[in-house]
């Protein structure tokens, strides 16, 4: 059952926000809707939620149709990225708030108010004003708030921007285990990718009012549908080659792509992430630009005409700074490689104005060694 | 410096203020003295044997510009709403006829609304003053709250729309709190134009609505400054007194358990 | 659907009430104008207002009302504007002082009336105590404030309530700018006064140029303060309309042509306020 979405439209101003999007989560999934700003990723929110009135479209909850229903019958409970607490109330007030809606008795309501704070870690806070909290505890608060009203749909709308990183990620990955906890479908719209890919069980790519693709984290970076999918989810590098006879040609050497593919012979372009290319002395790619980022070395090269971004571990930084007696330096000549192990490759129709180029790849296998 | 010139200001407004008293026990004051000659307890006397009378006028005019707050600060309330959350046409314009009261003296709208009223019901009668006192409180009611409901906006209503609540029950447990102190200045701002209305009474009331800005002109007009003070003064205790008493609700109720006051909708 | 027609819904009793208004307003105009509600009406015409321009008080009033509803509004908005910013300068625009700040708006304008009176008029306080220093021989010695030609007492009596209510009205708004970007204008490098004068204020005009329109209409249209402590000659515009409305109902097109002189006279400043803000706002772009 789940949340079934068809066809749903809606323009605010003249404007198209929602241009016939469809889309269907399974019962107790977590979903990420994945977008830049202005997407209309949040409109879809507040049209699920019933705050506004989509055109035309069908909205299905566990097999009900929830569109013709007022926001709150809907059992759609938004969590939004200003969390809104009441601030005319304290924290139990707040997460009563919903069950008292419910008419829930004053000693059930108790109960479950302090069932909740321990949930979200926050035990004994009942009398606080909103006021008095960190950002990390108002987020909590206002999850326990949205978990009383005992939503059959939980949507989190970019729930933890105002968060710095660390908290963040604690946040996220405190939704997650609630999640499994509680198996409530969760719909999570954010614009940050490592967020998408690291919480959800699958994630829906969302650009210009629809759904790009809607897949596993794994298939959706590994196997992206188009340049536009692919930009979605990390930066990515292109390399113009041919196909024929069932292997790739390309100034990166031959790669044999498996059974399958052999009617699209011709011009194509090959895919490839910055950490699925490597780099080695001597060849005729410049290095134009190096950053230094902790974990990785992020190198900007441009060969042929083309740049390139290529993300190297720091141990692989230092082993082949080390094996050169000094550091890469900007302005010198390198060697690019493809990578061993670097999963199936991807590719693309050659880059022409306005195409965005549907992906074609080698054979594809659901799961196959990534 | 500063400091000197607002303490300086602050004599300015409340020596007036505490000289009434001295006037309300005088009887004779002949120039050149700078204190009273005589001293008598008569308009104190005389006006404590006229209190029922009295007491009539402070309840007509305390409740009519009770009541003319409450409607002014209900309207702004659902006007402000209209203006703040949706969009129709003629929405400039309405938003213009809704500040011409300012633009227009109540001197002038007195005098043709008498004509107005003067066949009906509503002339010399407590809710004609009622609706001419509301239509002049409503401007500052209205520039008031429209701000404030544009500034606290529709998000909070949102939320607790997903939560469960129906429109109605979102308004009162999650705007109206939040919009509390605004309300409350919006009605002591409607009080006090009500309350200081002596014109737009005299004409619309055509003599028999007796407020206390009507009661008080002629002994200002007339020698008697004495009676004069005395009911300047009862007029300001009463008028502060129920400041305090808004005020203390206020208090009470902003202290955050406002929640639970509505939450039986 | 039900949201479009739902702000009409919410609207209902103001526009009940801008109904009200402008009949009451219209009526009065239309009368003025010729056009009588009652029996026996003349029909479109000017000969009241006519009849008014060619009385001799007519011109006077009109430039007394003018006048002294100007310059009032004006010293309350300089002085309102001062006091607002003492306030946020020495921190005290909260607690006592606020609430002393706020009692003259709660004092009628006849009260006020009463007090200037007790205290500059001739026989007043101040009299008194000049001549007690020996500055004055006769209470006709002291300078005439009330039931002057000038209107200098009317004028006090309305700096007395308007100033504070200016500076009350502008209070919050110059309190929230000038904590906000009259201190980045300093940590860039202003003064506070620099900050204050090229910052906050300028961005409190339109508020306190609104005060100003309010306090100057309200007064211009007045009949209250005039009446008790104006002079015989000139009168304010106010009081020569309710004069002509006392006499009987065929005065009563006079006692609305002053009316119509006194609206036209708001309506002409409600223009010069709107022209002033889009010069402002087109100066901006």
């Given at each position: ?7 749903l ?40 939620a ?8 069908e ?25 809104r ?8 007030e ?17 109960e ?48 933890f921007?105002?968060?710095d ?17 509680k ?19 699958r ?9 790009l ?6 298939r ?25 006879g ?25 895919m ?14 410049i ?48 060697g690019i ?6 999963g199936?490759?991807v ?14 790849h ?9 | ?45 005389s ?43 003629g929405?400039?314009?309405?938003s ?15 005098m043709?609304a ?48 997903v ?38 009474t ?28 005395l ?35 | ?7 009409w ?9 801008g ?9 009065g ?32 009033s009109?430039?007394?009302s ?23 300068r020495?921190?005290?625009?909260r ?36 001549f ?5 021989q ?23 309530k ?65 009446a ?8 304010a515009?106010?009081i ?32 010069i ?13």
């Amino acid at each position: 059952m789940g949340l079934s979405i068809r066809d749903l439209c809606f323009g605010f101003k003249e404007e198209e926000v929602l241009l016939s999007l469809s889309l269907s989560v399974e019962s107790g999934e977590f979903i990420s809707v994945l977008g830049k700003s202005g997407c209309g990723k949040s409109t879809l929110l507040k049209v699920i939620a019933g705050l506004l009135r989509p055109e035309s479209g069908e909205i299905l909850l566990d097999g009900e149709n929830i569109a013709a229903l007022p926001p709150e019958k809907r059992g759609t409970v938004i969590v939004f990225q200003d969390l809104r607490l009441f601030p005319n109330m304290n924290v139990f007030e707040n997460i009563a708030f919903p069950m008292k809606l419910r008419k829930l008795s004053r000693e059930k309501i108790r109960e479950r108010a302090e069932e909740l704070l321990s949930l979200v870690e926050l035990p004994g806070l009942g009398r606080r004003r909103i006021r008095e909290l960190s950002g990390g505890q108002q987020q909590r608060v206002a999850l326990a708030r949205a978990l009383a009203a005992k939503p059959r749909l939980l949507l989190l709308d970019e729930a933890f921007s105002g968060l710095d990183e660390t908290l963040r990620r604690e946040m996220g990955d405190f939704v997650r285990r609630l999640h499994e906890k509680k198996r409530i479908t969760t719909l999570l719209i954010t614009h940050q990718k490592d967020e998408a890919l690291r919480l959800s069980d699958r994630i829906a790519l969302m650009s210009g009012g629809r759904i790009l693709q809607y897949d596993t984290p794994e298939r959706i970076y590994h196997c992206p549908k188009s340049r536009e999918a692919a930009s979605f989810l990390g930066e990515t590098n292109y390399f113009p080659g041919e196909l024929r006879g069932g292997s790739f040609f390309s100034s990166l050497g031959e790669i044999p792509l498996g059974s399958g593919e052999e009617e699209r012979d011709g011009r194509c372009e090959l895919m490839l992430r910055p950490q699925e290319i490597g780099i080695r002395e001597g060849g005729d790619s410049i290095l134009l630009r190096k950053s230094y980022e902790g974990e990785s070395w992020k190198l900007l090269l441009e060969r042929e005409g083309r740049k390139l971004r290529l993300s190297l571990s720091s141990s692989e930084y230092e082993a082949f700074s080390r094996s050169r007696g000094r550091e890469p330096g900007e302005g010198e000549r390198f060697g690019i490689f493809r990578r061993e192990g670097s999963g199936l490759p991807v590719l693309l129709p050659p880059e022409t104005e306005g195409e965005p180029g549907e992906v074609f790849h080698g054979k594809e296998k659901a799961g196959a060694g990534f | 410096m500063r400091k000197a010139f607002l303490i300086l200001l602050s004599l300015l407004i409340l020596l007036p203020l505490f000289s009434l008293f001295f006037w309300v026990f005088t009887e004779r004051w002949p120039w050149p003295n700078i204190l009273p000659k005589d001293f008598s307890e008569r308009a104190l006397k005389s006006t404590i044997a006229r209190a029922g009378e009295l007491g009539n006028v402070f309840f007509t005019s305390i409740l009519l510009s009770l009541l003319a707050s409450f409607f002014s600060v209900l309207i702004a309330v659902l006007s402000g709403r209209a203006l703040a959350f949706y969009d129709f046409p003629g929405k400039r314009l309405i938003s213009s006829l809704m500040l011409l009261p300012f633009l227009v003296p109540s001197t002038v709208f007195s005098m043709g609304a008498q004509i107005l009223f003067l066949k009906t019901a509503l002339y010399s009668s407590i809710p004609g003053v009622l609706l001419c006192h509301i239509l002049y409180s409503l401007p500052y009611a209205n520039i008031l709250l429209n701000e404030g409901t544009r500034a606290l906006g529709e998000g909070l209503e949102e939320q607790a729309r997903v939560l469960g609540a129906g429109p109605v029950r979102a308004f009162f447990s999650v705007s109206l709190p939040n919009l509390f102190p605004l309300l409350l200045s919006a009605f002591t701002m409607a009080y006090v134009i009500s309350i200081s209305q002596y014109f737009m009474t005299l004409l619309i009331g055509g003599g028999r609505v007796k407020t206390f800005s009507v009661v008080m002109v002629p002994y200002l007009q007339s020698g008697e400054r004495n009676f004069a003070a005395l009911y300047a003064l009862i007029f300001l205790l009463v008028t502060t007194l129920v400041f305090f008493i808004f005020e203390g609700i206020a208090r009470a109720c902003t202290g955050g358990r406002r929640a639970e006051l509505f939450s039986d909708y | 659907m039900r949201k479009r027609c739902f702000p009409w819904l919410l609207l209902l009793p103001q526009l009940f009430f801008g109904l009200l208004f402008l009949s009451g307003i219209l009526l009065g105009l239309g009368w003025s104008f010729g056009l009588s509600p009652l029996r026996g009406g003349v029909g479109l015409t000017l000969r009241y207002y006519g009849e008014i321009f060619r009385r001799a008080d007519t011109l006077p009033s009109i430039l007394y009302s003018v006048k002294t509803s100007a310059l009032s509004a004006l010293f309350s908005v300089l002085l309102g504007i001062l006091i607002a910013a003492f306030m946020i300068r020495s921190r005290w625009d909260r607690g006592i002082l606020l609430s002393v700040i706020k009692l003259p708006i709660l004092v009628p304008h006849v009260i006020t009336a009463l007090f200037f009176i007790n205290t500059i008029s001739q026989n007043g306080l101040l009299a008194r105590l000049c001549f007690h220093f020996g500055w004055i021989q006769s209470q006709g010695d002291f300078p005439l404030f009330v039931y002057d030609r000038f209107g200098i007492g009317v004028i006090l009596a309305y700096l007395w309530k308007e100033a504070p209510f200016i500076a009350y009205f502008v209070l919050s708004l110059m309190a929230g700018v000038s904590r906000r970007l009259g201190e980045a204008a300093v940590n860039l490098g202003a003064t506070e006064r620099r900050a204050f004068f090229e910052i906050t204020l300028p961005l409190c005009l339109p508020t306190i140029f609104s005060g100003f329109l309010i306090i100057f209409t309200f007064s211009l249209g007045a009949y209250e303060l005039p009446a008790l402590m104006g002079a015989t000659v000139p009168k304010a515009l106010p009081i020569l309309a309710y004069q002509e409305f006392q006499k009987d109902l065929s005065n009563r097109p006079i006692a609305l042509s002053y009316n119509g002189i006194l609206m036209g006279l708001s309506l002409l400043s409600a223009l010069i306020y709107r022209f002033l803000l889009m010069g402002g706002e087109r100066r901006e772009k």
